[in-house]
Antibody, heavy 122, light 111 residues
Framework: EVQLVESGGGLVQPGGSLRLSCAAS????????MSWVRQAPGKGLEWVSG????????YYPDSVKGRFTISRDNSNNTLYLQMTSLRAEDTAVYYC???????????????WGPGTLVTVSS | QSALTQPASVSGSPGQSITISCTGT?????????VSWYQQHPGKAPKLMMS???NRPSGVSNRFSGSKSGNTASLTISGLLAEDEADYYC???????????FGGGTKLTVL
């Protein structure tokens, strides 16, 4: 059974940093692209980063480029999201999501974790 | 404002069929067959219901179907059930950043 479990969320002050983790199990982790998708309270979904199966290619939208860094440890089946220079508008539930292919994160994510809440506030 | 436009809400009675539209541009929906759809119940994670416009993942009911015409993709749910009541989001690859965009979501109410 595929399982994704996020951790690391919490309350952080504006300008602060936070690292999220996602523990994966039940599939060959290194064979699939992984993404982070967030959802602000009462709002829609927003993709914030994607990383290829090997970890060699990473992608970001302009809204987080230069502030967020996605990485993965295929030996420990874990996905990470390092977030810096956090802003109030980064407040959201952050989901870890498994892609359906090795590289094309945009082709859909078939498994999602329950999410971890990040609150940016003073 | 979301990159893809969805109706805020749709409704239908049990047993009926409904269609949710997702309108983009010729830089996303109109250019690529990389439209996917997600169902999200309150407080839960999204669930993939359709990928590559009309590919239904294993385990998803065949009451769900997807299509695309020009810059508009559609998700049709036939034989509505109470359990279909949820928020639905479309997404697509897009040529420029942010590369993977979502619609604003549609709240489906089963009357």
């Amino acid at each position: 059974e595929v399982q994704l479990v996020e951790s690391g969320g919490g309350l952080v002050q504006p300008g602060g940093s936070l690292r999220l983790s996602c523990a994966a199990s039940g599939f060959t982790f290194g064979s699939y692209v992984m993404s982070w998708v967030r959802q602000a309270p009462g709002k829609g979904l927003e993709w914030v980063s994607g990383i290829s199966g090997s970890g060699g290619s990473a992608y970001y939208p302009d809204s987080v480029k230069g502030r967020f860094t996605i990485s993965r440890d295929n030996s420990n089946n874990t996905l990470y999201l390092q977030m810096t220079s956090l802003r109030a508008e980064d407040t959201a539930v952050y989901y870890c999501a498994k892609g359906t292919t090795y590289y094309d994160f945009w082709r859909g994510s078939d498994y999602w974790g329950p999410g971890t809440l990040v609150t940016v506030s003073s | 404002q979301s990159a893809l436009t969805q109706p805020a809400s749709v409704s239908g009675s049990p047993g009926q069929s409904i269609t949710i539209s997702c309108t983009g541009t010729n830089s996303d929906v109109g250019r690529y067959n990389y439209v996917s759809w997600y169902q999200q119940h309150p407080g839960k994670a999204p669930k993939l219901m359709m990928s590559d416009v009309s590919n239904r993942p294993s385990g998803v009911s065949n009451r769900f179907s997807g299509s695309k015409s020009g810059n508009t993709a559609s998700l049709t749910i036939s034989g509505l059930l109470a359990e279909d009541e949820a928020d639905y989001y479309c997404s697509s690859y897009t040529t420029n950043s942010p590369y993977w965009v979502f619609g604003g979501g549609t709240k489906l109410t089963v009357l």
